[in-house]
């Protein structure tokens, strides 16, 4: 993607602040950036919101960065080594079949993303064509999908997590679709 020299040229002379409040955008790259920018401001205002994105940058850098943080293989068992404390080789010591529980934590975000993610591409094309059919035929077809709707939420995830587990047999794969409702 390319600026063109008109749009370099409102950038450079009237700076980027000026650029981005202008009150008429020159064109749909400047709309753009003023769009996420004004987005940005909002948000930033929010210190929760802040302070939650925080901790989902931080959880993305330690998943991406987990064989850097860690030597030691998370699933290795040490047997010699197990119940060990906290000590500098292993920071949050060690479990009961002498895995690092430091590296399982760290390990683990990887997992912890993989679920959210498999969990977001399902539930929200699933919940846009649940609405769509509810609210195109309405009437008794709406009643039907939302009485569905709501025996499901009315389920605490846990519980319907381990339903599922135990219906389809334990894994990431099957606990993460138990999960689809949120």
């Known amino acids: 993607m390319t600026i063109s020299s008109e749009h370099a040229d409102s950038v450079n002379t009237g700076g980027l602040r000026n650029w981005l409040l202008a009150p008429e955008p020159r064109g749909w790259f400047q709309s753009s950036a003023q769009q996420i920018h004004q987005g940005w401001r909002k948000f930033s205002l929010h210190p929760l919101g802040l302070a939650g994105l925080a ?3 931080v959880l ?3 998943a991406l960065a987990a064989p850097l943080l860690t030597s030691y293989d998370p ?3 040490d047997m010699a080594g197990r119940l060990a404390p906290p000590s500098a ?3 949050l010591g060690t479990d009961n079949f002498g895995r690092d529980v430091f590296s399982r934590v760290i390990y683990g975000a990887r997992t912890t993303l993989y679920i959210i993610m498999l ?3 399902i539930v929200a094309p699933l ?3 649940i609405g769509t059919v509810s609210g195109y035929f309405g009437g008794i077809v709406d009643e039907v999908l939302m009485r569905v709707t709501d025996i499901f939420l009315s389920f605490p995830g846990l519980v319907l997590a381990l339903g599922f587990a135990a ?3 334990p894994g990431i794969t099957n606990v993460s679709a138990s999960d689809i409702r949120r």
């Open 89 to 91: 080789s292993h920071w």
């Open 167 to 169: 219906a389809l047999g």
């Open 75 to 77: 699933i290795v068992q």
């Open 127 to 129: 919940g846009l064509l």
């Open 119 to 121: 969990v977001t591409v």
């Open 60 to 62: 993305i850098v330690v």
């Open 55 to 57: 901790i989902i940058v």
